[in-house]
């Protein structure tokens, strides 16, 4: 097992909560590390609407959900926090000493004495498409990423989807796969049009097929793809392919939370309003994932949430140190964890 | 006040009176109309509030701008008079509209 990382606190989800944590938890210096299944900070601000105005953040009348995202990680850069992203947790154990093994996909192993969960509406994951019996094939044929090029060497390669990760592995297994086809519903894409051109080059000069339609059957057997029917403004055709790359976007799921052993609430953590505690005592929810009488699912809601967690996190990292109550604006303490005493 | 009509999956219908200016996704959520799940609260992003606009009305209510037709890549079933409701402003000319609901959202 690899030799894990020890932190104070694990934060679970590097969206605007908790980002925010880390603030209110480094006026208590305590250290903190933020595992995120994207690829940046931000969450579904990042993610979902990057461009979109947030109307409702004290002080501020209108900001981009980006641009929340940068002044949070402006706010907490002081407490120089560590990152892990692309990464799903998938595991949480209770050590002997009372503190916590966090463990991803991966296989990268944290040890903390405080969990905070803060993962929102669930973790990313790729949308898996309304196509009849998909399941049978996954992991087998379908595949929602690429891991490894070589897996698809010498394969007949179906890629479903208008954006810019269908174009992109159009292209780069195009030279790799004995057979590329790309399957959208319009021949307008979502995609850089750089990439759109290219594919449209390789198309001209039959180097891969490009099928507007949707694809509504699969065929094969035992886990196998042969082929699949593609459903298209002049009628129904069958493509043969025996790998499936369907590019359809992200849904947020609960994921392995749901297998924590906390206790859940219509697939929410229920905690308690003085520290936003779960069932299980130094693993704490704080944001959209949480719920208690009168939870209003709001950014801000999140952030006060962050506030008092702090308060406990710290008991339980400091057992028996004095808190101090202070306001960043007089206390030349927390000015000097700030950087700007 | 705008009447409007959402056709659950099932067929039930429900009727409802709108305010102009809120989006017919709203009004569904409001309603608890089954089938609309608006998982990304309106903002155009997710395709979890797809609807059928009835044959009738698809003249009135018009075609999605750009981002919403690139949204609809997402969503199940697409077809030539489907929208995202979150897209729908609702205005007096609106008031009768019908839209249905898809099987399932993406």
Not at chain 1, 122 to 129: A, E, L, V
Not at chain 1, 265 to 294: C, M, R
Request: aromatic fraction near 8%; include cysteine; charge should be negative.
């Amino acid at each position: 097992m690899a030799e894990p990382t020890r932190t104070d606190v694990l934060i679970v989800g590097a969206g605007p909560v908790g980002l925010f944590a880390v603030f209110q938890l480094g006026l208590f210096d305590m250290r903190c590390h933020l595992v995120d299944i994207l690829d940046r900070p931000g969450g579904q601000c990042a993610e979902l609407y990057p461009e979109k105005p947030i109307y409702d953040i004290p002080g501020y009348p209108m900001i981009s959900a980006q641009g929340l995202v940068d002044r949070l990680m402006e706010q907490i850069a002081p407490f120089t926090p560590g990152f892990t992203f692309n990464r799903m947790v998938t595991a949480l154990e209770r050590l002997e000493d009372g503190g916590f093994r966090v463990t991803t996909d991966e296989n990268e192993v944290f040890e903390a004495r405080v969990v905070v969960i803060a993962a929102g509406g669930g973790s990313f994951q790729p949308k898996r498409p309304p196509i009849p019996g998909i399941e049978a094939y996954e992991g087998g044929s379908v595949f929602y990423s690429v891991r490894r090029m070589e897996a698809f060497r010498g394969e007949k390669v179906l890629i479903v989807g208008g954006g810019d990760s269908a174009l992109d592995w159009t292209l780069n297994l195009q030279p790799v796969a004995e057979s590329v086809t790309l399957v959208h519903r319009r021949p307008e894409f979502r995609a850089a049009p750089d990439s759109v051109n290219k594919m449209y080059a390789l198309q001209e000069m039959k180097q891969l097929e490009f099928l507007v339609g949707q694809v509504t059957g699969l065929h094969g057997g035992d886990g196998k793809l042969t082929a699949a029917t593609v459903k298209g403004p002049d009628g129904e055709v069958e493509v043969p392919c025996t790998r499936l790359l369907p590019f359809f976007g992200l849904t947020m799921k609960l994921g392995p939370v749901a297998d924590w052993g906390l206790n859940l609430h219509e697939n929410l953590i229920p905690v308690d309003t003085e520290k936003f505690e779960t069932s299980e005592p130094g693993i704490f929810a704080i944001g959209d994932i949480n719920w208690y009488p009168g939870k209003l699912k709001l950014i801000l809601s999140g952030f006060h949430e962050a506030a008092l967690m702090a308060q406990a996190a710290k008991r339980i990292v400091s057992p028996g140190e004095r808190i101090v109550f202070q306001y960043t604006t007089s206390s030349t303490s927390l000015q000097k964890k700030l950087g700007v005493a | 006040m705008t009447k409007l009509t959402f056709v659950a999956f099932d067929g039930t219908r429900f009727e409802v009176d709108a305010e102009n200016g809120s989006t017919v996704m709203e009004n569904a959520i409001r309603n608890a109309v089954p089938g609309i799940e608006a998982e990304c609260g309106g903002a155009c992003a997710c395709a979890t509030c797809h609807v059928y606009v009835d044959e009738a009305w698809t003249g009135v209510v018009g075609e999605p701008e750009a981002m919403e037709e690139d949204m609809l890549d997402f969503a199940y079933e697409v077809r030539p008079n489907s929208r995202l409701s979150c897209q729908i402003k609702v205005r007096d000319e609106l008031d009768g509209l019908v839209v249905s609901v898809p099987e399932r959202q993406g």
